[in-house]
């Protein structure tokens, strides 16, 4: 069977990744909004929503939903990074959704609306949790809760169905629960070992 194109880059969704390009994967809460955030971005190559951090293998939709899957709704990316950096992502990534939540986002209740950040090497790694940390102290000097964001090697993303590949486009009035907490989030470049 042949991958679904993707309605933006016309692309298939499971193009292999460009030599040069990298991958990331970010979990906001619900995942159509998310997607739009970042097919917008110039440097990005390709998006799909999919399910990752669980014990279930290739969910669906209404499985992560109703039952226990331990999935989080995210989007995969791929960028090309002499173009955007992974750094400038992750400052997106803060600033675009409330990640003192915990299993929420706004009214979306449920572990799949949690907030994930999964990195595919050790700069990905370096880099999310030195910006976790700044981005922690700027939350709290406007009096927010702690950051409950997981940092995680990435795991196995499955795929949505692909009515939900680029919902907003394919349904332009359609549902978009980002909402971030108006804190601006620096550029943090992660320190590397002495």
């Not at 993707?6 to 970010?26: C, K, M, N, W, Y």
């Not at 999935?71 to 959704?97: G, K, M, N, P, T």
């Not at 939350?139 to 169905?161: K, M, N, R, Y």
Request: hydrophobic share 35%; proline share 6%.
């Amino acid at each position: 069977m042949t991958a679904p194109m993707h309605r933006i880059f016309d692309r298939p969704l499971d193009a292999p990744v460009p030599a040069g390009f990298d991958q990331a994967i970010f979990g906001m809460g619900c995942y159509w909004g998310v997607e739009r955030l970042f097919w917008q971005l110039e440097g990005v190559w390709l998006t799909e929503v999919g399910f990752a951090g669980g014990h279930v293998d290739n969910p669906t939709y209404k499985q992560v939903c109703t039952t226990d899957t331990g999935h989080a709704e995210v989007v995969r990316l791929i960028y090309d990074s002499s173009r955007i950096s992974y750094e400038r992502l992750l400052q997106i990534f803060w600033e675009s959704h409330n990640p003192s939540q915990g299993n929420r986002q706004g009214n979306d209740v449920g572990s799949q609306y949690r907030s994930l950040i999964m990195y595919f090497n050790d700069h990905q790694k370096a880099a999310a949790i030195a910006s976790k940390a700044d981005y922690n102290n700027r939350l709290a000097v406007d009096g927010f809760p702690a950051i409950t964001t997981e940092v995680l090697p990435a795991s196995t993303f499955w795929p949505a169905e692909e009515d939900h590949q680029q919902y907003l486009d394919r349904y332009p009035d359609g549902y978009c629960g980002l909402r971030g907490t108006g804190v601006k989030a620096s550029l943090v470049e992660p320190h590397e070992p002495i």
